[in-house]
T-cell receptor, first 108, second 115 residues
């Protein structure tokens, strides 16, 4: 079993829909990262959080440390949100363990 | 700031050849990392460095070497390329010490094929 599990693996939505991507982990962590990988391959850090909730524009990330679970929400989804979303947990020092990613496709 | 600059973007090697992937960051970050990304798999840590002169192995270090002579540069060396090293390689950096500073910054990636 992977230390970091993401669901779903693939997600297709219509423009305007509310999207949720989930991340569960099995180890103690100091922080959790959400990353976005564009179709061209570039990777951008969206959030780093260790408790509670963070919001940036239409993106919201939450984490429940007790339940070892995090969610990434996208409100009013748009085709430009189509990308792979990656969850990564920070354990010892600054080492990260990555999930396999969720491929999101938003259709117009 | 240019951020993290990674070169080359693409490379094809023959089995047994060697090459160096270059990575430079201009953000004065202490921590630098090399990851590989195989199709359908999560990123795997190859090597990392917490500062100039200090490097350590990650999950998948075999077949690779690194050096960190300056804060800015963290090259990754493949000595005897093998088909199993066909992958996309990402360099990343971060500056620990505060929550706002621990976000990762990634290079644009190197697509390497070993034939």
């Amino acid at each position: 079993k992977n230390e970091v599990e993401q669901s779903p693996q693939n997600l297709t939505a219509q423009e305007g829909e509310f999207i949720t991507i989930n991340c569960s982990y099995s180890v103690g962590i100091s922080a959790l990262h959400w990353l976005q990988q564009h179709p061209g391959g570039g990777i951008v850090s969206l959030f780093m959080l260790s408790s509670g909730k963070k919001k940036h524009g239409r993106l919201i990330a939450t984490i429940n440390i007790q339940e070892k679970h995090s969610s990434l929400h996208i409100t009013a989804s748009h085709p430009r949100d189509s990308a792979v979303y990656i969850c990564a947990v920070q354990t010892s020092g600054s080492r990260l363990t990555f999930g396999e990613g969720t491929q999101l496709t938003v259709n117009p | 700031n240019a951020g993290v600059t990674q070169t080359p973007k693409f490379r094809i090697l023959k089995i047994g050849q060697s090459m160096t992937l270059q990575c430079t960051q201009d953000m004065n970050h202490n921590y630098m990392y090399w990851y590989r990304q195989d199709p359908g798999m999560g990123l795997k840590l190859i090597y990392y460095s917490v500062g100039a002169g200090i490097t350590d192995k990650g999950e998948v270090p075999n077949g690779y070497n690194v050096s960190r002579s300056t804060t800015e540069d963290f090259p990754l060396r493949l000595e005897l390329a093998a088909p199993s090293q066909t992958s996309v390689y990402f360099c990343a950096s971060s500056r620990p010490g505060g929550r706002a500073n621990e976000k990762l910054f990634f290079g644009s990636g190197t697509q390497l094929s070993v034939l």
